[in-house]
């Protein structure tokens, strides 16, 4: 049985007295349900954004149609989730104190004050994407295809940054205590990592390389590792004991946009640690920001290394089998002044 489906619209509306009152009687005159209206200041004008819960069948064609008889322009629209629909300024405040609790968490904090499909470093193309700067000068973009960002969103990421610079928060290296108290220091790899990740796989045993990468490895070619240290397609995290390099771990996005795919590699020596479970945790957090709600490894049956790590790491997590392969799908809950390009 079909049910009802809730949408965002973004509306653009002639200057007249009445036009969105005319609107949303159409809308009620087809049994939507408007649960939100928010007007939103734009160079010359308003649009406003309305949520609408739409009975079963109703086809998202048919609310423009509604818009555009009333003389009004349809921006965007998408669809949303009720669960999720907060007061604009609760959720900017909790994604704030997000920021400031944990940097690491800052950019799905700008994910969640812009609305954003997705937010990272680099380009993630020039087109409906925002810049944000923070406070060390990192720049994080900020993509949305299904709407264009308004002046008071880009405004509001800016204040966001300015929060950040006072209180001296910025995301960056973030220590880990592993459980037999050493210290090790998580930050995304670099190009000239390339001898240290080298060094790594030295010293990593035939069976941890064979875990990793299903194959007979032992020393790694320098175009592997450029695309290892920095994938076109994702991020690289990087598990640092002193000028050392003990772990390396990946998250890159796959074909589908919910799934990111997640691999890691952990020196013999540091392993059952804790060192893996926080490198999960923190790539966790780097795909919530990029919009994914889920993490895919594929490991060898007989390797429980993974797994293990994950579950420590507190993600829904479930198994099965795909290829001969053991395929460990985590679920990436959510952690419930800018310019344009």
Request: with cysteine; hydrophobic share 45%; glycine share 10%.
């Amino acid at each position: 049985m079909d049910t009802p489906t809730t949408w965002r619209l973004r509306v653009s509306l002639d200057d007249r007295p009445g036009a969105l009152a005319r609107v949303t009687t159409r809308l009620a005159a087809r049994d939507c349900n408007v649960l939100s209206l928010s007007v939103l200041p734009v160079p010359g004008g308003v649009v406003d954004e309305i949520v609408v819960s739409t009975p079963p069948g109703l086809a998202p064609a048919a609310l423009i149609g509604d818009i555009r008889a009333e003389g009004g322009r349809c921006v965007g629209i998408t669809r949303a989730d009720v669960r999720h629909l907060v007061d604009r300024t609760t959720a900017a405040l909790r994604a704030t104190a997000s920021a400031l609790r944990d940097p690491q968490t800052t950019a799905e904090a700008v994910r969640v004050l812009l609305g954003a499909d997705a937010v990272g470093t680099g380009s993630l193309g020039d087109h409906g994407c925002a810049v944000v700067r923070l406070p060390d000068g990192t720049e994080l973009a900020a993509r949305r295809g299904w709407a264009p960002f308004t002046e008071v969103e880009l405004a509001r990421a800016g204040a966001f940054a300015e929060v950040l610079a006072a209180a001296g928060a910025v995301p960056g290296p973030s220590a880990v205590i592993t459980r037999t108290g050493a210290g090790v220091v998580l930050r995304e790899g670099r190009a000239d990592d390339a001898d240290a990740v080298t060094e790594l796989h030295a010293r990593c045993s035939t069976q941890t390389l064979f875990a990793r990468y299903h194959a007979g490895v032992r020393t790694l070619p320098r175009r592997w590792l450029h695309r290892l240290l920095q994938p076109p397609r994702g991020r690289t995290l990087l598990a640092m004991a002193g000028t050392s390099v003990i772990g390396m771990a990946q998250v890159i996005r796959t074909t589908d946009p919910a799934e990111a795919e997640v691999s890691v590699l952990v020196e013999d020596a540091w392993q059952r640690q804790g060192v893996g479970s926080a490198m999960i945790t923190r790539l966790g957090a780097i795909a919530r920001a990029a919009g994914h709600t889920r993490l895919v490894a594929w490991c060898l049956p007989s390797e429980s290394g993974f797994e293990r790590a994950a579950a420590a790491a507190g993600l829904p997590m479930s198994v099965r089998t795909e290829d001969g392969l053991a395929r460990i799908e985590l679920t990436v809950a959510r952690v419930t002044r800018a310019t344009t390009r």
